[in-house]
């Protein structure tokens, strides 16, 4: 279902229309999923303000076209990107080989202003415009033993030319669980400030899970799979003392090798200040439920 | 005595120390100027530290090399060795200065960075190290501390020194 998750304000509020237009400017209320009117405490009222086009088109990790920040913008033009299938199976009612038209046929596609943490510490805010994934779940048909969901992206050695290199085992795969993968903050996005999805930031389709580190958000999603087991996630695999298959924004648990207490938004040139992470980046009010009870330093 | 050595050896007599002191500032303003003019990408500090990390480190491998370039190839750039040591210095502690000041710059952290992480650890300890190097490689110290202790510890860096220690 669209439009399941809404700021609490929309950007005519904080800035007169002249300017948000240019400013992209909104206001990210914690409330909202109905959580509008519970009564409960005050919604954090803070003003996010997108980082440029540029900005996010231009610092990607996207390690199938290369390891460093500008890689992805250099090399990602030589993907395909048109015809796009994404294989949907496993526990799934529909399963089948679909065409992005297709599924985009059936969605509803809207803009969602999110933060954007990377778990090497930098961050940015990124104004998507996607469908929610449950919504693509429920299209397919998922089956009521289904407890996981599995993600893979392209692999096509000849256009990525990252995908030489054996560091990682390719196909790069992430995973959800299928309560995660429902909820409304998860989006499948298809494009970026209202174009369609640049090759270097996951083209044509990508995940985008706000309150997770960077590498769960898999980009040019070619494989959905529904199962009734953990999937294996690439960095995970690699790294497991470092990389946990939850990878939930976390102030507290640092990574092995650097805190993750303090981040740095991209853009800011070079005497930009870190700010404060936030607890599930900021999403604590609507994703903290899904953790009810976990030991969040166990499961990090 | 080949031609190739004789070559170099040749050229290198021709170029004054001065120039490289003279490169790498010109180097270091230019890359702190290209982070503050957006020509590091978006996110400047951590593009800049690793830059001048990554350089201090080859000009040291570089400065290292030019002994044993002199005994096994004949090879001599004994003239640069200083200016390329200090050079060295001065970008690895423009890059201490950088992820002290623009990237961690709050106190309590920097301090803890350092006991926690290893190759932080290893970095400051290696910083430190250089700092007495750095400081005696003026001719007026090399003069004041006699030829042996000042060669003494010299040499130790650069892995002449047997055991090495200031004795």
Redesign the interface.
Same mark, same amino acid.
């Given at each position: 279902m669209a439009y399941r998750w809404k700021n609490e304000l929309t950007r005519a509020d904080v800035t007169p229309e002249a300017h948000w237009m240019s400013r992209r400017a909104v206001m990210a209320g914690a409330a909202g999923l109905g959580l509008i009117g519970a009564g409960g405490g005050a919604a954090r009222a803070e003003t996010l303000e997108p980082?440029s086009f540029?900005?996010l088109t231009?610092?990607n990790n996207f390690y199938e076209f290369g390891f460093d920040?500008?890689d992805p913008k250099r090399y990602a033009g030589a993907m395909t990107t048109s015809p796009w299938k994404i294989e949907i199976d496993g526990l799934v009612e529909r399963p089948g080989s679909y065409d992005l038209t297709e599924i985009l046929a059936a969605m509803t596609v809207e803009e969602r202003i999110y933060r954007f943490r990377c778990v090497e510490t !930098?961050a940015a805010v990124v104004p998507w415009n996607g469908f929610e994934l449950a919504d693509l779940l429920n299209w397919a048909g998922v089956k009521p033993e289904a407890r996981y969901v599995g993600f893979e992206t392209l692999y096509r050695p000849k256009e990525m030319r990252g995908q030489s290199s054996r560091s990682i085992d390719w196909p790069y795969r992430e995973g959800l669980r299928l309560d995660e993968a429902m909820h409304p903050l998860t989006l499948m996005a298809t494009g970026l400030y209202g174009k369609p999805m640049p090759n270097q930031n996951g083209a044509p389709i990508r995940l985008v899970v706000p309150w997770k580190y960077g590498f769960k958000s898999i980009k040019s999603i070619v494989r959905i799979t529904l199962s009734d087991m953990q999937p294996e996630t690439t960095w995970n695999a690699l790294q497991p003392e470092e990389y946990g298959f939850y990878a939930n924004v976390n102030p507290e648990v640092s990574h092995p090798? !650097?805190?993750q207490a303090r981040e740095?938004a991209?853009?800011g040139?070079?005497?930009?200040?870190?700010q404060k992470t936030l607890m599930f980046n900021g999403y604590e009010k609507e994703v903290a439920g899904l953790y009810e009870g976990m030991d969040l330093r166990a499961n990090y | 005595m080949n031609r190739v050595t004789q070559g170099i050896n040749a050229a290198a007599r021709r170029v004054p120390p001065w120039l490289i002191y003279a490169a790498g500032a010109a180097h270091i303003v230019w890359l &702190?100027w290209l +982070?503050?003019s +957006?020509g590091l +990408?978006?996110?400047? &500090?951590?593009a @800049?530290e690793r830059a001048l990390g990554e350089t201090g480190m080859k000009l040291l491998v570089l400065g290292l090399a030019i002994t044993p370039l002199m005994r096994g190839a004949r090879v001599n750039l004994v003239r640069f060795r200083r200016a390329i040591g200090l050079t060295a210095f001065a970008y690895v502690f423009m890059h201490l200065a950088v992820w002290v000041f @623009?990237d961690v710059?709050i106190l309590a952290?920097i301090w803890?960075?350092i006991v926690k992480?290893p190759?932080i650890t290893v970095g400051m300890a290696g910083f430190v190290a250089l700092v007495p190097l750095a400081l005696t490689s003026n001719d007026w110290s090399l003069r004041r501390m006699g030829g042996g202790v000042a060669a003494a510890a010299q040499a130790d860096l650069s892995g002449r020194g047997a055991g090495g220690g200031i004795s």
């Amino acid at each position: 279902m669209a439009y399941r998750w809404k700021n609490e304000l929309t950007r005519a509020d904080v800035t007169p229309e002249a300017h948000w237009m240019s400013r992209r400017a909104v206001m990210a209320g914690a409330a909202g999923l109905g959580l509008i009117g519970a009564g409960g405490g005050a919604a954090r009222a803070e003003t996010l303000e997108p980082n440029s086009f540029e900005d996010l088109t231009s610092y990607n990790n996207f390690y199938e076209f290369g390891f460093d920040k500008g890689d992805p913008k250099r090399y990602a033009g030589a993907m395909t990107t048109s015809p796009w299938k994404i294989e949907i199976d496993g526990l799934v009612e529909r399963p089948g080989s679909y065409d992005l038209t297709e599924i985009l046929a059936a969605m509803t596609v809207e803009e969602r202003i999110y933060r954007f943490r990377c778990v090497e510490t !930098w961050a940015a805010v990124v104004p998507w415009n996607g469908f929610e994934l449950a919504d693509l779940l429920n299209w397919a048909g998922v089956k009521p033993e289904a407890r996981y969901v599995g993600f893979e992206t392209l692999y096509r050695p000849k256009e990525m030319r990252g995908q030489s290199s054996r560091s990682i085992d390719w196909p790069y795969r992430e995973g959800l669980r299928l309560d995660e993968a429902m909820h409304p903050l998860t989006l499948m996005a298809t494009g970026l400030y209202g174009k369609p999805m640049p090759n270097q930031n996951g083209a044509p389709i990508r995940l985008v899970v706000p309150w997770k580190y960077g590498f769960k958000s898999i980009k040019s999603i070619v494989r959905i799979t529904l199962s009734d087991m953990q999937p294996e996630t690439t960095w995970n695999a690699l790294q497991p003392e470092e990389y946990g298959f939850y990878a939930n924004v976390n102030p507290e648990v640092s990574h092995p090798r !650097w805190s993750q207490a303090r981040e740095r938004a991209i853009g800011g040139g070079l005497f930009a200040a870190k700010q404060k992470t936030l607890m599930f980046n900021g999403y604590e009010k609507e994703v903290a439920g899904l953790y009810e009870g976990m030991d969040l330093r166990a499961n990090y | 005595m080949n031609r190739v050595t004789q070559g170099i050896n040749a050229a290198a007599r021709r170029v004054p120390p001065w120039l490289i002191y003279a490169a790498g500032a010109a180097h270091i303003v230019w890359l &702190i100027w290209l +982070g503050q003019s +957006g020509g590091l +990408g978006p996110e400047p &500090i951590n593009a @800049l530290e690793r830059a001048l990390g990554e350089t201090g480190m080859k000009l040291l491998v570089l400065g290292l090399a030019i002994t044993p370039l002199m005994r096994g190839a004949r090879v001599n750039l004994v003239r640069f060795r200083r200016a390329i040591g200090l050079t060295a210095f001065a970008y690895v502690f423009m890059h201490l200065a950088v992820w002290v000041f @623009l990237d961690v710059y709050i106190l309590a952290d920097i301090w803890a960075e350092i006991v926690k992480r290893p190759y932080i650890t290893v970095g400051m300890a290696g910083f430190v190290a250089l700092v007495p190097l750095a400081l005696t490689s003026n001719d007026w110290s090399l003069r004041r501390m006699g030829g042996g202790v000042a060669a003494a510890a010299q040499a130790d860096l650069s892995g002449r020194g047997a055991g090495g220690g200031i004795s």
